[in-house]
């Protein structure tokens, strides 16, 4: 029982890595013993550092995810066994003023990027018969509509969807699909939202936890999706939320 958790001899890629949530989850998965590629459309130096430094193995890789294809070529042959698709925007505007531009950025990055790259991950691990995991990072706007957010807020259920149709898809093949659905965590896309001292006492009296989540909190969250703990797991989105959905 010892290693229910251990993800020795594992290879992970993680998306938007550089910072917050993406950072957290490879340091978590470092942690469990997997080898980690640091994936970014920014330099992910400090979060490789955090894992060498604590013994752990990591490698940065620059990725732009304003092209969906992106990671089209990343996977083959390189021994991958689980993919964090982590990498996301947002685009703050009233609906009725919203435009097509901030849209397809949003979508693009957020729900084709994940697909297509998921995709590539997955077509590798079919051809190797290779068990594997996939986690991706939805939101608790996976759930409810949010303010401000149309794209952002479309994207998320799309993350959803996508969960439970590759899961569907390739639970026979030993692959598992789940996403984690974080409420407001404290990171670069809420800084707006945290910087605004009305609307974050609105928001804080609406958690029962009565706090902003931490990115670690995902961290380990994301290591136990893809540990053989949760080998039976698949197809889940996982609220980490603070009891926000409970109330």
Request: glycine share 10%; net charge negative.
């Amino acid at each position: 029982m010892s290693d229910l958790f251990s993800l020795d001899g594992q290879r992970a890629l993680v998306t938007g890595a550089n910072t917050g949530i993406g950072q957290a989850v490879a340091v978590a998965l470092a942690g469990q013993g997997a080898s980690v590629t640091c994936a970014g459309r920014r330099s992910c130096a400090e979060t490789v550092a955090a894992i060498t430094d604590a013994g752990g193995k990591a490698e940065e890789l620059i990725l732009d995810f304003t092209d969906p294809m992106a990671a089209k070529d990343v996977f083959e042959g390189a021994g991958y066994t689980i993919l964090v698709n982590n990498a996301g925007i947002i685009r703050r505007e009233d609906s009725v003023n919203f435009t097509e531009a901030d849209w397809d950025a949003v979508m693009d990055v957020n729900l084709k990027a994940l697909f297509f790259t998921t995709q590539a991950f997955g077509r590798e691990l079919l051809a190797r018969k290779q068990a594997g995991s996939v986690v991706n990072i939805a939101s608790l706007l996976s759930f409810q509509g949010g303010i401000r957010v149309p794209s952002y807020t479309a994207s998320k259920h799309g993350v959803a969807g996508l969960t439970k149709i590759l899961a569907n898809e390739w639970a026979v093949n030993g692959i598992t699909v789940n996403a984690i659905a974080p409420g407001y965590i404290a990171t670069n896309n809420t800084e707006a939202l945290r910087d605004d001292p009305e609307r974050s006492k609105a928001i804080l009296e609406r958690i029962p936890a009565g706090r902003w989540g931490d990115a670690a909190d995902i961290g380990g969250t994301a290591a136990y999706l893809c540990s053989k703990a949760a080998r039976y797991v698949t197809g889940t989105v996982l609220n980490v939320d603070g009891g926000w959905l409970a109330r």
